[in-house]
Nanobody, 120 residues
Framework: VQLAESGGGLVQAGGSLRLSCAAS????????MGWYRQAPGKQRELVAA????????NYADSVKGRFTISKDNVKNTMYLQMNSLNAEDTAVYYC??????????????WGQGTQVTVSS
């Protein structure tokens, strides 16, 4: 599975951005996808995730009510709509896909990351 993110950039506090992650390859094995972020000097953290079947979502408390994750299963593309951005959202955002093979073994794949910078 290959993942390609886009949509990062510089935005003022209170503004919005939409990230996209296009998956290719053995996408039929993807059972969930998610967005993670890593700020300078901090550990990578889960921002939001969504399952392929059922579209079940979960969010970090820090982004609930501001960010919305969605997925177009036909286009194999995941989105993250980010509203009311603040300086604490500044980070490199990574797309992640989890796959499961026929024997139940799971694998994780990562995109190259896209920088989101929020100016105050």
């Amino acid at each position: 599975v290959q993942l390609a993110e886009s949509g990062g950039g510089l935005v003022q506090a209170g503004g919005s951005l939409r990230l996209s992650c296009a998956a290719s390859g053995m996408t039929f094995r993807i059972n969930s996808m998610g967005w993670y972020r890593q700020a300078p000097g901090k550990q990578r953290e889960l921002v939001a995730a969504i399952t392929t079947f059922g579209g079940i979502t979960n969010y970090a408390d820090s982004v609930k009510g501001r960010f919305t994750i969605s997925k177009d299963n036909v286009k194999n593309t995941m989105y993250l709509q980010m509203n009311s951005l603040n300086a604490e959202d500044t980070a490199v955002y990574y797309c992640n896909a989890q796959t499961r093979d026929l024997i139940g073994a799971t694998s994780h794949y990562w995109g190259q990351g896209t920088q989101v910078t929020v100016s105050s």
